[in-house]
């Protein structure tokens, strides 16, 4: 209880302080490639459930739903990106529309990032790590601790971490790593 209603105030106050952003976004998006500005993704929740997360469209329509490690080339990976696409990534600001699945309850502030609905190694290896009972987050301990750089087995073990140590403290630190880190754009390969 006390942990929903740390995400439900901490949403509030976001969308407070980045409407401006989401409106940006939306706009910048919309303006510069053809598609929907939003894009639902099925991704794995809590009890390994699936549910649709909104984020703001940093790729083309129609390219396929595989996780961002495995656009092997740099050049292929490219290709699939909105004229946009690469800034709002590196900027964080695809993510804002996932406000909405917090206030939803599929997901939490802070939490497991959640998976693709066809990353099977990193759901099967959550699971066997208890993590799968965890709502997935916006951040979470493995976001601050290297995002896209780090291998999924080093991912989960840094999930577990959060799984065995979770609370309102570690959260807000967790918060305010990933300010810092978002500023900095540390740790973001695309």
């Known amino acids: 209880m006390i942990k929903r209603t740390f995400d439900i105030l901490n949403v509030v106050i976001a969308i407070l302080l980045f409407s401006p952003l989401l409106v940006f976004s939306y706009l910048l998006v919309k303006l510069t490639s053809v598609g929907p500005a939003l894009y639902w993704s099925q991704r794995v929740g809590k009890n390994n459930m699936l549910f649709q997360m909104p984020k703001f469209r940093s790729m ?111 959260d807000i630190k967790i918060i305010c790593m990933t300010v810092i880190k978002v500023i900095r754009r540390d740790n973001i390969t695309h």
């Open 60 to 170: 083309r329509v129609g390219t396929p739903q595989i996780a961002t490690h495995l656009m092997n080339q740099q050049r292929d990976r490219n290709a699939f990106l909105t004229p946009v696409g690469s800034f709002i990534r590196k900027t964080s600001l695809d993510e804002l529309p996932q406000l909405w699945s917090v206030l939803k309850g599929d997901m939490s502030v802070v939490g497991p990032r959640p998976a693709l609905f066809n990353q099977d190694d990193l759901i099967a290896l959550r699971t066997e790590k208890n993590v799968h009972t965890l709502k997935p987050g916006i951040t979470g301990w493995a976001q601050v601790n290297g995002r896209d750089e780090i291998p999924i087995p080093q991912k989960v073990a840094l999930d577990e971490y959060y799984l065995k140590h979770r609370s309102i403290w570690l």
